[in-house]
């Protein structure tokens, strides 16, 4: 499975930005995909997930109430809209796929190369 990231950039506090990530590769038994970011001197944290029926997600507190994730099957892409960016958003965004179920504790066996979101102030 391979997974390519995409859609970040620079923006300004309080815009919005959309990540996506493709899958690509033995995608047929992937059950979760998510979103990790990194930020600078900082260890790497969840951001959000979905299953791939796309009728259950889960968010961390720090996005779930400006953030959306969806995904199109068709495409094999997992998409994350993030509204009213703050520079505490500032990070390397990756993404990750697993054929875990979805859970507050999934494994992520399959990592994108990340996209960097720089929010200036």
């Known amino acids: 499975v391979q997974l390519q990231a995409s859609g970040g950039g620079l923006v300004q506090a309080g815009g919005s930005l959309r990540l996506s990530c493709a899958a690509s590769?033995?995608?047929?038994?992937?059950?979760?995909m998510g979103w990790f970011r990194q930020a600078p001197g900082k260890e790497r944290e969840f951001v959000a997930a979905?299953?791939?029926?796309?009728?259950?997600?889960y968010y961390a507190d720090s996005v779930k109430d400006r953030s959306t994730i969806s995904r199109d099957i068709a495409k094999n892409t997992v998409y994350l809209l993030m509204n009213s960016l703050e520079p505490g958003d500032t990070a390397v965004y990756y993404c990750?796929?697993?054929?875990?179920?979805?859970?507050?504790?999934?494994?992520?066996?399959?990592w994108g190369q990340g996209t960097l979101v720089t929010v200036s102030s």
């Open positions: 590769g033995r995608t047929s038994r992937l059950t979760t």
């Open positions: 990750a796929a697993t054929r875990d179920l979805l859970s507050t504790t999934t494994t992520y066996n399959y």
């Open positions: 979905i299953n791939w029926k796309g009728d259950s997600t």
